[in-house]
Nanobody, 126 residues
Framework: VQLVESGGGSVQAGGSLRLSCIASAGTFRSIGVGWFRQAPGKDLEFVAGVSWTGVSIVYADSVKRRFTISRDNAKSTVYLQMNSLSPEDTAVYYC????????????????????WGQGTQVTVSS
């Protein structure tokens, strides 16, 4: 599975961005997807995840009510809509995928994801 992120950029605090993650795979079914981010000097952080069915969604507390993850299986694409951005959201954002036979469970552990995109930079200025 190859993952390609897009949509990063520079915005002012309070602004919005929408990240996209397109997967090239035989089938997008049975693939759970998570978004992670890494700020300079910090560890990789789970942001949001969606089960392959789309039924289950999980957010990190730091982004709840500001970020929305969604997926379009027909387009093999997962989106991360980011609103009310703050400088603390500045990081490289990564899309990650894992094959799973669990229709609901979402993992927030980076080591459980087998495939990773190259990352896209998000910079929020105050």
């Amino acid at each position: 599975v190859q993952l390609v992120e897009s949509g990063g950029g520079s915005v002012q605090a309070g602004g919005s961005l929408r990240l996209s993650c397109i997967a090239s795979a035989g089938t997008f079914r049975s693939i759970g997807v998570g978004w992670f981010r890494q700020a300079p000097g910090k560890d990789l952080e789970f942001v949001a995840g969606v089960s392959w069915t789309g039924v289950s969604i999980v957010y990190a507390d730091s982004v709840k009510r500001r970020f929305t993850i969604s997926r379009d299986n027909a387009k093999s694409t997962v989106y991360l809509q980011m609103n009310s951005l703050s400088p603390e959201d500045t990081a490289v954002y990564y899309c990650a995928a894992r094959y799973t036979n669990q229709p609901i469970r979402i993992s927030n552990r980076p080591d459980e994801y087998e495939y990773w995109g190259q990352g896209t930079q998000v910079t929020v200025s105050s």
